[in-house]
C-alpha cells in the first residue's frame, strides 16, 4: 500500500491522500491514527482506505503514527461514516467526538494497553422475580440475543414498573453469551442510587463513563472496556462510541430524553445511533421509557419496532393521584390556595415536597389570564415570541408577525400577559409564606459547581431539605420515598414553548414528575397548575394515559406534517452582525427554494431564532421539511455546495441540524 485516504479532524467535508513512507508500512492499518501535514500546521486524523496510486499530483507523506492500537475498528469506522453522512457533519469531525479527549492527547512513547487493576470486590445482588409482564419482555429479548439479530425494542413501561431488573436480566444472558452491553442513561440518571444497582449484580465487570471522571479514570475506563475486562458499559450520550469488541446488547433509558440529541456538531440524536449501531452489530436494541417518543412510538405501532408493555407497577403500588388546579380562578399566579393549603399539611406532617416549575425566567409568550388563550402562529402552530427589538411577537419558524394584543380573541377580555416565572421568583414567594420551611433550588445556576447534583439529592434524601425546587432537573428517574407531594407551579411555561413539540414535552415532563412521588409506603399527590386545564396533554397526565396522549398528538402531527410524518433540517445562520445575518438568511431561504424545486420539501422562514442573540452572535433560521429524508439530504447537499459560492454569505456561520430537537 503506498497512499492512505485520510479523515482529519477539521470541520471539512472531504479525505485527503497521504501517502505512506516506508518505515511506517507496518504500522499504518485502517482506523489509525496519523498525524498530517496540512497546510502549514501538523494535524490528526484517521486512516479509512488506501490506494495503489495517488489522486492528485502533490501527494505529502504521513508524519507520524502515534498509537500502537487502531483507534477504530471496521464497525465503528462504518458507524462515523455513516453519521458523518445522515447530519451533514464531516468524517474526522465525527470520529474525533467519538473519542474522548483523553484518548486523543498524543502519548510522548507509542502507549500500550493499561491494566487498571481495580481490585474492589462487590457483594453480588441477586434477580429479583419478575412478574409475568416483565417476564413475557424479558423472554422476547433473550430470543434476539441468543439469535443475535438485529432487532429494535420499544419496552413502554409506566414509571416503577421495573424496567431496570429487565435490563440486568438481559444483560447477564447477553454476558453468558460472551458478548457486552451498551446502557445509555441520561447525565441526570447517573446518581449513585443507579451506578450501585448495577455494580451490585456486575461487579468488576462494570465500567462507568460519566462527565465527572478524570482524565486518567477515563482512560483507564476505556482500555478496560478495548480488553474485554469490563464487559456492561453504562454511561450518558457519548458512551455509544465505547469500544466494545463483540456487542450482544444496547439498551437506550428514558428513550425520549431531549438530552440524548447532542447539540454540537455532530448534532446527531443518541437514539438513531444506537439504532445504526446495533444493526452494524447484529445486536438487538432495547429502547425504553415511561413516555416514549412520539416518532418512536409511531415506529412500534407501524410494526417496524416490536413494542413490550409494562402497565403495574412493582409491588402493585398505586400511580399517584394528580389534580389540576386552573389558574384562570386564582388570585396569585405562582402559589394557588390549594397548593398552599397541601404544602402546609405536609410540612406539618414532616413530609416531603418537589416543586417543579419548567425554565428559568425565558419570558415570551402571551397569555390570556382570563381564559388561558395562548397567541401562536396559524400556520405553524407554535407559540408566538416576544421580541425585545421590534416590541413585537413572531412566528419563528416562518417569520409571521404581531402586534402584542390588548384584546383576548377569545373572551374578548383585557388580560392579554407576557408570562413567565422564573424558578427565582418561586423561591421568593415559598420563603415568604414558609419562612421556616429548609427549601433548596436546583436549576443549572445552582449546580454549575461539580457534584452540587449529588450534594443537594444526598441532603434530600437524608431529609435535611423539606422543599426541593427544580426545573426538568429534577423530573428524571430519581427515587425519594419520603416525597409525598409534587407541585407543578406552571404547565403553561412549556405548553406555550415555542416548539411543534410543546405538548409532547408537556406530557413527558408531567408525567416524570408524577413518577417522583408515591414511590415509597405512603401515597404521593401531584398537583398540576394551569391556565389551560382543558389542553388534552395535561389531561392525558393526569389520567396517566399515554395512549390517549397519543392519538391527539399525532393528529395534530399528521394535520401540520411535523414529524414523524416529516424530517426536518434547521440552518441556523449566526454572525456578530445582526442586518449581515438577516441578509444572508434570506439569501439562503432563496437558495433553498431553488435546489429543493419538485423534491417535496417544504421551506420555512427565514426567521429571527427565539433566543435571537447568544453569546454575541445573532441567530436566523430557516427550515425545511419533507416526508423523505433522502430527498432533504439531497437537497441540503446541493444546498450547501451554492452556499459555498456566495459572496452574501463571507462573515457568517451556516449551522446545519438534521432531525433537531428543539428549535431555538
Ligand atoms: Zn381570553
Ligand atoms: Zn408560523
Redesign the pocket.
Known sequence: MKYASVAVELPINKLFQYSIPAGFQSQIAIGKRVIVPFGQRKIAGYVVGFAEKPEVADVKPIESVPDVFPCFDAGMLRLTQWLSEYYFCPWGEVMKAALPACMRKIPKKPRRTIDSGREETYQRSKPFRLNAEQKQALTLLNKSIEEGKSRVFLLHGITASGKTEIYLQAIVNTLNKGKQAIVLVPEISLTPQARERFEARFGEETALLHSHLTDSQRRQTWERIKSGKANIVIGPRSAIFAPVRDLGLIIVDEEHENSYKQMESPRYHLREVAIKRGELSEAPVLLASATPSLESYYNAQRGEYSLMTLTKRIDDRVLPGVEIVDMRDERSHIFSHYLKQELEKRLERKEQVILFLNRRGFSSFSLCRQCGYVVR??????S?TYHAGSGNF???????EEKPRKICPRCQGGYMRRLGVGTQQVEKEIRKLFPSARVERMDSDTTAARDSHMRIFGAFKRGEIDILLGTQMIAKGLDFPGVTLVGVISADTTLSFPDFRASERTFQLLTQVAGRTGRGALPGKVIIQTHSPEHYAVLAAKKHDYEGFYKEELEFRRQLLYPPFSHLVLLTIAGPKEDVVELSARSVSDAANEVSQGKGIEI?GP?PAPLLRIRGKYRWQVILKGEKVTCLHQALASLLEELENRHKMRGVKVIVDVDPAAML
Open positions: 402562529c396559524k400556520r405553524c402552530s407554535v408566538l413572531l412566528c419563528h419558524y416562518c417569520n409571521y420555512l426567521a
